[in-house]
Every structure is written in structure tokens, then in C-alpha cells.
């Protein structure tokens, strides 16, 4: 089955760039989004279709895209941005794909 | 913008059935189809499947067909997700979701079931 692979975790310090990487085979075909949770918490979308920014999400959080792998980046990281991230594609068939997660740390 | 609320927390035995509700506010419930994802605690995200709330037409992932079904009931916004046979390993927080632009924009809050006997 079609997988997304996330690092498991990025530790960065307050104000440093925080960069999330995933990989997949289907991602130059496929638009990539991108979600933030935190525990006890539901997703919440910050990045859709590569590297448009949802109303109301922060600047400082952006997306890129080369061929099988897409970039989530979060400039001048605050410490509420510590949060698992997820990102999420589709396979050839359409099929709902989430990446395996990445843990950010505030240090 | 649209807001999901799902129903509460359920306990299970194993064989049972579950069914999750998940409903709409605001006047978009039928524009929009409706996902259900899950996790389970300290892993990912698992898609189970699609409804188009206008049409009721569904698409299932290959992983839950036969075991789960969802269905809407339009005059009070509601979209429901059940899933029957259930085993330990179906312990996980289930989710709605939607979106105008894309199918994850806007989730619920989650319905945590557990499976134990």
C-alpha cells in the first residue's frame, strides 16, 4: 500500500526555521496537505494543495513541493507551535493517504 | 463556515457494532462530502471512507468494505459512520471531516470508541 514517510521527530529552538519533510511516490501527481495536532485535539489544516495557507493560519507556516517530497516550514517557531504534524496526499486510485507524523519540540 | 460535532465517547464488546454521528451546522451539510478518519492512540490517521450528503453515494477504503457503512440523514444535517464486527483493534478516536476546497479542511472533535470486553 501507498505510504507517506515522515521523520519521526525535529527539535528546533524558539525563533529557528523548523523544516518537516514527507516523501511519497505519488506527490508530483497528487496535491499534499498538511495538519497540526496537538493532544487531545483534532487536526487542524495549515497548509492545503502544496502551499496555500488556510484563512487564519499564521504566516510564518508554508509549503513547497520537488517531486516526491513535499516541505512543511515554520519560520520564527513559537512555542505553541510544538504539535505533532501530519501531512496527507491521495494515491493513484484516489485513495486518502496520511503521512506516518512528525513530532515537533520547542526547546 | 461549517462546524462538525460528532456524538460522545461509546464503550463496546467485541462483535458489536458502533455507529458514530457527526452533525452539520449552517446550510452546507449537502455541498460537501463528508470523510471519516481514525486513530488510534500514539499512531496515525487511517481513512475509512466518503459520503456525498446530497446523494448519499459512498466510497469505502479497501480495509473497512463489508464492515462499515455511512449514511446521512439530511433534514437534521447528520452524517453517521457505523462500523459492526468490532474487535480490540478498532480501539481509536474516529473523526468526520469536510471541506469546500478539499476533503480535511474542517474535522470534528472527535468520538473516542473502545472495544473491551
Known amino acids: 500500500s501507498y505510504e507517506l514517510t515522515q521523520p519521526p521527530s525535529v527539535s528546533v529552538s524558539p525563533g529557528q526555521t523548523a523544516r518537516i519533510t514527507c516523501s511519497g511516490d505519488?506527490?508530483?501527481?497528487?496535491?499534499a496537505y498538511w495538519y497540526q495536532q496537538k493532544p487531545g485535539q483534532a487536526p487542524v489544516q495549515v497548509i492545503y494543495?502544496?502551499?496555500e495557507r488556510p484563512s487564519g493560519i499564521p504566516e510564518r507556516f508554508s509549503g513547497s513541493s520537488s517531486g516526491t517530497t513535499v516541505t512543511l516550514t515554520i519560520s520564527g517557531v513559537q512555542a505553541e507551535d510544538e504539535a505533532d504534524y501530519y501531512c496527507?496526499?491521495?494515491?493513484?486510485?484516489?485513495?486518502?493517504?496520511f503521512g506516518t507524523g512528525t513530532k515537533v519540540t520547542v526547546l | 463556515q461549517v462546524q462538525l460535532v460528532q456524538s460522545g465517547a461509546e464503550v463496546k464488546k467485541p462483535g458489536a457494532s458502533v455507529k458514530v454521528s457527526c452533525k452539520a451546522s449552517?446550510?452546507?451539510?449537502?455541498?460537501?462530502?463528508i470523510n471519516w478518519v481514525r486513530q488510534a492512540t500514539g499512531q496515525g490517521h487511517e481513512w475509512m471512507g466518503w459520503?456525498?450528503?446530497?446523494?448519499?453515494?459512498?466510497g469505502y477504503a479497501r480495509k473497512f468494505q463489508g464492515r462499515v457503512t455511512m449514511t446521512r440523514n439530511t433534514s437534521i444535517s447528520t452524517a453517521y459512520m457505523e462500523l459492526s464486527s468490532l474487535r480490540s483493534e478498532d480501539t481509536a478516536v474516529y473523526y468526520c471531516?469536510?471541506?469546500?476546497?478539499?476533503?480535511?479542511?474542517?474535522w470534528g472533535q472527535g468520538t473516542m470508541v473502545t472495544v473491551s470486553s
Open positions: 471531516a469536510t471541506g469546500a476546497t478539499d476533503a480535511f479542511a474542517i
Open positions: 496527507q496526499s491521495a494515491d493513484s486510485s484516489g485513495t486518502y493517504v
Open positions: 459520503m456525498n450528503p446530497n446523494s448519499g453515494n459512498t
Open positions: 449552517g446550510n452546507t451539510f449537502i455541498s460537501y462530502d
Open positions: 494543495k502544496d502551499s
Open positions: 505519488a506527490l508530483p501527481k497528487q496535491y
